[in-house]
C-alpha cells in the first residue's frame, strides 16, 4: 500500500456509497451460459454510473476528492470523481455482486486503482469518428496516430451514452466506419493530457490536403486513461464540419502523403503568411463563388505572393508545380491552390522555396533571351 490515508478515505468514501445504495433494487441481465444453465448478472456498472450524481455533494466524496487533489500522481485527472472515484466504486460493487460489503473485494479494487495511480505512467488515447473517408485496414499517420476500422461495440463499451454523439448513421456507410485514434505515453506525475483536438485536427487538415476528400471526424471525441473512459470532448468546429464532395478511400500513397504533412503543419506556427494560406483554402472547402474564389484568391497571395501581388504567386505556383501556363493561377481553383499548399509544405521553408522560385523562373527568362540571342546573330 503506497498511500495509507488514501486508503482511509477511499474506503469511507465506498462505505458511504454502499449506505445510500444498499437495498435499492438493481436491473439484471438474463444470461444462459449453456443449456439448463442460467444467470441472473447485476448491472452495477449501468447503476452507479447513472445514480453517480446523487453522491458528489456528500462529505465523504468531498474529503476524497480533496485527498486526490494534494496527490502529485492524481493531477492528469481533470474530473477525479468520474475518472477515479466513480470506477473504484464500480469495481468494488462489481467484487460484491452488489451492495453488500466485503472487505476484500475493496482491498482488491483499490489495489487496482493505486496500481495506475501511483504506476511509471499512463497510457492515453483519444479517438473520434470519422465521415467522408474509408480505409480497409489500419493506417499509421505518425508516431501513435492512425486511421482504422470502427469495431462494433467498442465505443460503446467504455461510453454508454456515445451512441447518442455519434455522426447519423455511422458503422452503418461505407465512408462512416472509420476512427482517428491517438495514442500516448504520459510520464509519471504529468499533468495534463495531450491536446488531442488539435493534434486530430492538424490530422483532417493533412488529409483533406492529401485526398481532396470530405473527410470530417466527430463531432466530439473519446479519451481513455489506462483503459478506463477519461473524458468527452468536442473536435475543432473546422475539423467537425464534413464539406461537401464525394468519399474516398485512403490508399497508401495518399496516406504516406498525409503522414508527411502532418509535422509540418506546425511550420505555420512560426509563419503567418502560411496559416493564413491554410486557413483560407480550408475555409474555401465550405463556401460557393463568389466568396470561395476570393478565399483561394488571398490563400495563393499569402501562400507565394511574398507581397509582390497575386500576378507573383500565380507565376510562383506555376513554376511550382511545374505548369508552363500561370493563367489558370490567377483565379484558382481549390484543387490547384490544394497542390500548391503540398508542394509547399513538403518543401519546408516557405521564404527559401519564394527565392527559388524566383530564381527558377528568371533563369528560365535569361535562356530564353539567349536562345533568341543566338538565333538574330
Given at each position: 500500500?503506497?498511500?495509507?490515508?488514501?486508503?482511509?478515505?477511499?474506503?469511507?468514501?465506498?462505505?458511504?456509497?454502499?449506505?445510500?445504495?444498499?437495498?435499492?433494487?438493481?436491473?439484471?441481465?438474463?444470461?444462459?451460459?449453456?443449456?439448463?444453465?442460467?444467470?441472473?448478472?447485476?448491472?452495477?456498472?449501468?447503476?452507479?454510473?447513472?445514480?453517480?450524481?446523487?453522491?458528489?455533494?456528500?462529505?465523504?466524496?468531498?474529503?476524497?476528492?480533496?485527498?486526490?487533489?494534494?496527490?502529485?500522481?492524481?493531477?492528469?485527472?481533470?474530473?477525479?470523481?468520474?475518472?477515479?472515484?466513480?470506477?473504484?466504486?464500480?469495481?468494488?460493487?462489481?467484487?460484491?455482486?452488489?451492495?453488500?460489503?466485503?472487505?476484500?473485494?475493496?482491498?482488491?479494487?483499490?489495489?487496482?486503482?493505486?496500481?495506475?495511480?501511483?504506476?511509471?505512467?499512463?497510457?492515453?488515447?483519444?479517438?473520434?469518428?470519422?465521415?467522408?473517408?474509408?480505409?480497409?485496414?489500419?493506417?499509421?499517420?505518425?508516431?501513435?496516430?492512425?486511421?482504422?476500422?470502427?469495431?462494433?461495440?467498442?465505443?460503446?463499451?467504455?461510453?454508454?451514452?456515445?451512441?447518442?454523439?455519434?455522426?447519423?448513421?455511422?458503422?452503418?456507410?461505407?465512408?462512416?466506419?472509420?476512427?482517428?485514434?491517438?495514442?500516448?505515453?504520459?510520464?509519471?506525475?504529468?499533468?495534463?493530457?495531450?491536446?488531442?483536438?488539435?493534434?486530430?485536427?492538424?490530422?483532417?487538415t493533412a488529409v483533406r490536403l492529401a485526398t481532396a476528400a470530405p473527410i470530417a471526424a466527430g463531432p466530439v471525441l473519446f479519451e481513455?486513461?489506462?483503459?478506463?473512459?477519461?473524458?468527452?470532448?468536442?473536435?475543432?468546429?473546422?475539423?467537425?464540419?464534413?464539406?461537401?464532395?464525394?468519399?474516398?478511400?485512403?490508399?497508401?500513397?495518399?496516406?504516406?502523403?498525409?503522414?508527411?504533412?502532418?509535422?509540418?503543419?506546425?511550420?505555420?506556427?512560426?509563419?503567418?503568411?502560411?496559416?493564413?494560406?491554410?486557413?483560407?483554402?480550408?475555409?474555401?472547402?465550405?463556401?460557393?463563388?463568389?466568396?470561395?474564389?476570393?478565399?483561394?484568391?488571398?490563400?495563393?497571395?499569402?501562400?507565394?505572393?511574398?507581397?509582390?501581388?497575386?500576378?507573383?504567386?500565380?507565376?510562383?505556383?506555376?513554376?511550382?508545380?511545374?505548369?508552363?501556363?500561370?493563367?489558370?493561377?490567377?483565379?484558382?481553383?481549390?484543387?490547384?491552390?490544394?497542390?500548391?499548399?503540398?508542394?509547399?509544405?513538403?518543401?519546408?521553408?516557405?521564404?527559401?522555396?519564394?527565392?527559388?522560385?524566383?530564381?527558377?523562373?528568371?533563369?528560365?527568362?535569361?535562356?530564353?533571351?539567349?536562345?533568341?540571342?543566338?538565333?538574330?546573330?
Amino acid at each position: 500500500m503506497r498511500s495509507p490515508h488514501l486508503y482511509d478515505t477511499m474506503r469511507r468514501f465506498c462505505l458511504g456509497a454502499f449506505s445510500v445504495f444498499h437495498g435499492e433494487d438493481l436491473p439484471f441481465a438474463f444470461e444462459e451460459h449453456a443449456p439448463s444453465f442460467y444467470e441472473y448478472r447485476p448491472l452495477v456498472k449501468s447503476f452507479i454510473e447513472g445514480q453517480a450524481e446523487r453522491l458528489r455533494n456528500r462529505e465523504d466524496v468531498r474529503a476524497a476528492l480533496d485527498d486526490l487533489a494534494r496527490e502529485p500522481a492524481a493531477r492528469v485527472y481533470t474530473d477525479a470523481y468520474r475518472t477515479v472515484l466513480v470506477p473504484l466504486l464500480v469495481r468494488v460493487a462489481e467484487g460484491c455482486g452488489g451492495f453488500d460489503w466485503d472487505d476484500t473485494a475493496f482491498d482488491r479494487a483499490y489495489e487496482e486503482m493505486e496500481s495506475l495511480l501511483f504506476g511509471s505512467g499512463h497510457a492515453y488515447a483519444a479517438v473520434a469518428p470519422l465521415v467522408g473517408i474509408s480505409c480497409g485496414s489500419v493506417i499509421e499517420l505518425g508516431p501513435g496516430l492512425r486511421m482504422r476500422p470502427h469495431a462494433t461495440g467498442e465505443l460503446a463499451a467504455l461510453w454508454p451514452e456515445s451512441s447518442g454523439l455519434l455522426p447519423r448513421d455511422f458503422g452503418r456507410e461505407v465512408d462512416r466506419t472509420c476512427v482517428l485514434e491517438l495514442e500516448r505515453q504520459l510520464a509519471k506525475g504529468e499533468a495534463e493530457a495531450p491536446d488531442a483536438p488539435g493534434e486530430l485536427a492538424d490530422a483532417v487538415t493533412a488529409v483533406r490536403l492529401a485526398t481532396a476528400a470530405p473527410i470530417a471526424a466527430g463531432p466530439v471525441l473519446f479519451e481513455r486513461l489506462d483503459w478506463r473512459p477519461f473524458g468527452i470532448r468536442p473536435v475543432l468546429p473546422i475539423a467537425a464540419t464534413p464539406p461537401p464532395g464525394e468519399p474516398t478511400r485512403l490508399d497508401p500513397f495518399r496516406a504516406q502523403v498525409a503522414a508527411r504533412l502532418i509535422p509540418q503543419l506546425a511550420l505555420a506556427d512560426g509563419d503567418a503568411r502560411l496559416g493564413d494560406a491554410l486557413d483560407r483554402w480550408e475555409l474555401s472547402l465550405f463556401q460557393d463563388d463568389p466568396f470561395r474564389a476570393e478565399q483561394l484568391r488571398h490563400a495563393l497571395d499569402a501562400a507565394l505572393g511574398d507581397g509582390d501581388g497575386t500576378w507573383a504567386a500565380a507565376m510562383r505556383a506555376a513554376a511550382l508545380l511545374n505548369e508552363t501556363d500561370a493563367e489558370p493561377f490567377r483565379a484558382p481553383g481549390p484543387d490547384l491552390v490544394r497542390r500548391t499548399l503540398v508542394a509547399m509544405l513538403e518543401h519546408g521553408d516557405r521564404a527559401a522555396l519564394v527565392r527559388e522560385l524566383d530564381a527558377k523562373l528568371l533563369g528560365s527568362r535569361e535562356t530564353g533571351t539567349r536562345k533568341l540571342a543566338h538565333i538574330a546573330s
